[in-house]
Nanobody
Framework: QVHLVESGGGSVQAGGSLTLSCAAS????????MGWFRQAPGREREGVAR???????????TYADSVKDRFTASKDDGNNTLYLQMNSLKPEDTAMYYC????????????????????WGQGTQVTVSS
């Protein structure tokens, strides 16, 4: 069992930056795979980034094309926290952002990954104004 708590959302002007955090507690093995997803009103949930453990304190990440080169996901094993550094924010980044975790998920497909994650946080709102 894993409990996830997101924080760091807020309102920012276009071009600004925010860093989201997702604190995980419980079974650390079930945080080997983690992800950030977002959902805007009236839109489907979208995968933003996924990260998976490949060795001792070593992770690989993958990003949606819409956020590549602007967002960076990282994991701090010491406090079992997932981060999402978001730079050059755009109004279209406005959404509720959720983190997810599990011991293993389909890695290559974002939708399959979203359907597989068993543990989800409650979300944190990001609003970007033009």
């Amino acid at each position: 069992q894993v409990h996830l708590v997101e924080s760091g959302g807020g309102s920012v002007q276009a071009g600004g930056s925010l860093t989201l955090s997702c604190a995980a507690s419980g079974d650390s093995a079930a945080t080997a795979y983690m992800g950030w997803f977002r959902q805007a009103p009236g839109r489907e949930r979208e995968g933003v980034a996924r990260i998976r453990r490949v060795g001792e304190m070593t992770y690989v990440t993958t990003y949606a094309d819409s956020v590549k080169d602007r967002f960076t996901a990282s994991k701090d094993d010491g406090n079992n926290t997932l981060y999402l550094q978001m730079n050059s924010l755009k109004p279209e980044d406005t959404a509720m952002y959720y983190c997810a975790a599990d011991s293993i998920i389909p890695w290559s497909d974002s939708q399959a990954a979203a359907a597989s994650f068993r543990y989800w946080g409650q979300g944190t709102q990001v609003t970007v104004s033009s």
